[in-house]
């Protein structure tokens, strides 16, 4: 389990972004897939769930997960929410409610835990480049002012993710995201005439330009595979019909 330093000076959370290593999953799933929609037996993921919930804390029930589809849709979670089997379709959770462990699962894409450390607000955002363009992060971080939240209170943890050098891209994504901002351009590099695209540092402007100022960036490419993380890119290199998914996790203690 990897931790944020700015987030672990906060004693009122628990939180982490979980690898691989540590569950009960075999094959390319090989150990801690927290993936409830991959293919691997829904068994182990039940039990590589429940080995990441334990960490972060034994007495809270199941970890809250929502069914992600790569939009900019979230959900809230307060005292009134009403649980059900039924998996809402969304890629951010926010809550105010203690005990609670909310998690984004990514094999790539930017997982994102939010802080606010005066009203006592948690969100978890899972940030693929979809998710980024669409302005997921936007539309968090407007709802927790909603909320009466302030820039200058919240701490952002950008955890492991694919990083620049891994991430090569066709032109028209490049001309999709230029188009939709001239400035996007720095998130762009050329290297032996193929595009690299920068997610992490994406991500991070965006909560910049939304006056977020308090991040911390975990500096670890999921693609690599010596860092031991799930990558969808790396498995699909590999000519393997599915991939294991990283869990990330917070709640209020």
């Not at 909310?102 to 480049?129: E, M, R």
């Not at 995201?177 to 720095?186: G, V």
Request: charged share 30%.
């Amino acid at each position: 389990m990897i931790t944020s330093k700015k987030l672990s000076k906060q004693k009122k959370i628990s939180h982490g972004f979980f690898n691989k290593s540590g569950g009960k999953s075999s094959g390319i799933y090989k150990s801690l897939n927290c993936g409830v929609g991959s293919k691997d037996k829904r068994s182990k993921v039940k039990k590589n769930l429940k080995i990441v919930k334990d960490r972060i804390c034994k007495k809270a029930n199941n970890i809250f997960l929502v069914n992600q589809i790569h939009s900019n849709k979230f959900i809230f979670l307060n005292k009134n929410f009403k649980f059900s089997k039924k998996k809402i379709k969304a890629d951010a959770i926010i809550t105010d409610q203690k005990n609670l462990p909310i998690g984004v699962l990514t094999a790539d894409c930017v997982p994102i835990l939010l802080y606010d450390k005066k009203k006592n607000i948690i969100a978890a955002i899972h940030a693929g480049w979809k998710g980024a363009f669409k302005e997921i992060i936007k539309k968090v971080t407007h709802f927790m002012l909603k909320l009466g939240s302030k820039p200058n209170n919240i701490i952002a943890a950008i955890g492991p993710c694919i990083k620049q050098n891994s991430y090569n891209v066709k032109k028209d994504f490049k001309n999709k995201f230029i188009k939709k901002n001239k400035k996007n351009k720095i998130f762009f590099n050329m290297k032996k005439n193929l595009i690299y695209f920068n997610l992490p540092e994406f991500v991070k402007s965006q909560l910049k330009s939304n006056k977020i100022t308090k991040i911390d960036t975990i500096n670890i490419d999921t693609f690599n595979k010596k860092n031991n993380f799930f990558s969808a890119r790396r498995s699909l290199s590999l000519k393997h019909d599915d991939y294991g998914r990283n869990i990330s996790i917070i709640m209020i203690n």
